[in-house]
């Protein structure tokens, strides 16, 4: 098979399209021949060898822990109704999305609702069920006044969807004007372009003060959202692409700010098995036709482009490598 291989951590032109052995699934498993393998912005931090919530893979890896494809073998004992199915996983701790093959426990497996595309499936395993898992902390009802950092992003995308099936005032952050087009084609009532200086002026022009800012952006951006918050408003923080969060930041506000990524979004999930609880919400959205997740599509081939493009904010939506 071919796939993207990695000898060494650095700039993204250490991923190299190369021919390699094809996995085979051992007992319990699966191997998904891949129709699309996601792209996240954790993947380019675990490229550049910087520790982070995932430990770093030995190397040589193939990255990627976002699949989804067709069932093409069997491990020992692995039931023989997976033959053939449609499929989408979520890897885990062991990467090896990147690539024309790749293997699944079946456990970790979801058969992909039809009418669900293999690249729509794919985002929302990975980018869906954290967006199901933010949600869980924004309380929102209908005339909820909600701001959206990176509303052109992937999970901004599907923020932007689910507050407006919620009744709320949806005012979406983006920077330009092809991306705040998209926020506003994406159905946001105000679409503003961040990077004008004016732009809380004009938010706070619109609806006055906002109920939540759903933020993984960080820096500059959040404080100035943080401070068009009503009295009783919420600042839920999930990334910080814009600058490293660190304790005491400025932006981040006793009793108005809560981060929650990781325990505090398993927990508030729920269940035996929380990640999966969410995975199954997100890709029932999705098929219900209420969450329609943004994609922008590479060949597995130009995987480093994709990566560069990402981190370089010139993507919509989830970033996709198809085989």
Do not use: C
């Not at 033959?83 to 090896?96: D, I, K, N, S, T």
């Not at 701001?147 to 952050?173: C, E, R, S």
């Amino acid at each position: 098979m071919y796939a993207i291989r990695q000898h060494a951590f650095g700039p993204a032109e250490t991923l190299s399209y190369e021919q390699t052995e094809d996995p085979w699934p051992g007992p319990g498993q699966v191997r998904i021949a891949v129709a699309a393998a996601g792209v996240h912005l954790l993947d380019t931090a675990i490229r550049e060898g910087v520790p982070g919530p995932l430990p770093l893979p030995e190397l040589p890896t193939i990255p990627g822990r976002e699949v989804a494809g067709t069932v093409d073998a069997l491990g020992a004992g692995t039931p023989a109704h997976w033959l053939g199915r449609r499929v989408v996983a979520h890897l885990g701790r062991v990467p090896g999305g990147y690539a024309e093959l790749a293997v699944s426990d079946t456990e970790r497996l979801h058969v992909i609702p039809d009418g669900l595309g293999f690249a729509q499936a794919v985002a929302m395993i990975g980018t869906g069920r954290t967006t199901m898992g933010i949600l869980r902390f924004a309380d929102l009802t209908p005339g909820s006044v909600v701001v959206v950092p990176a509303a052109a992003g992937g999970i901004g995308t599907l923020l932007t969807q689910y507050a407006k099936h919620a009744g709320a005032i949806v005012i979406g952050l983006a920077g330009g004007p092809e991306k705040t087009a998209r926020v506003a084609a994406n159905g946001a009532d105000l679409a503003v372009d961040y990077r004008n200086p004016d732009w809380p002026r004009e938010v706070s022009a619109y609806r006055g003060k906002v109920s939540v800012v759903f933020d993984g952006v960080g820096g500059d951006i959040a404080r100035e959202a943080v401070a068009l918050l009503a009295p009783d408003g919420r600042h839920v923080v999930f990334g910080w692409s814009g600058e490293g969060v660190r304790d005491g930041s400025p932006y981040l506000v006793p009793g108005v700010s809560e981060e929650v990524l990781g325990p505090a979004m398993l927990k508030r999930a729920g269940g035996p098995n929380p990640l999966r609880t969410l995975e199954l919400a997100a890709l029932a959205e999705a098929a219900a036709g209420r969450l329609t997740p943004a994609v922008t599509r590479f060949p597995l081939r130009h995987a480093a482009a994709a990566h560069r493009a990402l981190e370089s904010r010139e993507t919509v939506g989830k970033v996709v490598l198809e085989p």
